[in-house]
């Protein structure tokens, strides 16, 4: 039992230290909506400009990036 745990907890320290936990740090959609719209309010952005922006930034949340624009 207890080498079954040290075995499961080394895999996923490799898993975690070899980049297969960017998953971990995307957001959800609704997180990563809202949060652009924050941003987009906060730069005054309306119509196309402010399309276009939401969709980069949901984009480049979802991917776990968070770039702040």
Do not use: N, P, W, Y
């Not at 207890?2 to 907890?9: E, H, M, P, Q």
């Not at 895999?11 to 740090?25: D, E, M, R």
């Not at 309306?46 to 980069?56: A, D």
């Amino acid at each position: 039992m207890t080498t079954k745990l040290i075995a499961a907890a080394l895999a996923a320290t490799f898993v975690l230290s070899t980049g297969g936990g960017a998953a971990f740090a995307a957001m959800s959609k609704g997180a990563a909506a809202t949060e652009c719209s924050k941003q987009a309010d906060a730069k005054g952005l309306h119509g196309k400009e402010r399309k276009k922006f939401r969709e980069t930034c949901k984009r480049d949340m979802m991917q776990g990036g968070m770039k702040q624009r």
